[in-house]
Nanobody, 120 residues
Framework: QVQLVESGGGSVQPGGSLRLSCAAS??????????MGWYRQAPGKQRELVAS???????NYEDSVNGRFTISRDNAENTVYLQMTSLKPEDTAVYYC????????????WGRGTQVTVSS
């Protein structure tokens, strides 16, 4: 059982910044071992990958956010972050934290999400 709790969402103007946090907890969860990711879902659209980060720090970004968003992690605190800058209205969505499954395809978990709204 793993819990992922997102925080830091809110409403900002275009061009603004926001930092999301995802705190992980639970039994038998070696946080530093697993890839973590941020996804987002806008109303009427499919959930999409925003960014991911491996335990060793290798990152991957969706093209539309590359250069604007930065994913990072603090393994000592079991927390993954998403620093969002130069926000656009198109970034408006519920943002979800995900723990990727292990090599056996087990142990994938989702947070409940945090709302990010970018508008004038």
């Amino acid at each position: 059982q793993v819990q992922l709790v997102e925080s830091g969402g809110g409403s900002v103007q275009p061009g603004g910044s926001l930092r999301l946090s995802c705190a992980a907890s639970g039994s038998s969860f070696i946080f530093s071992t697993y890839t973590m990711g941020w996804y987002r879902q806008a109303p009427g659209k499919q959930r999409e990958l925003v960014a991911s980060i491996t335990g060793s720090g290798t990152t991957n970004y969706e093209d539309s956010v590359n250069g604007r968003f930065t994913i990072s992690r603090d393994n000592a605190e079991n927390t993954v972050y998403l620093q969002m800058t130069s926000l656009k209205p198109e970034d408006t969505a519920v943002y979800y934290c995900r723990k990727y499954p292990n090599s056996r395809g087990l142990g994938a978990y989702w947070g409940r999400g945090t709302q990010v709204t970018v508008s004038s």
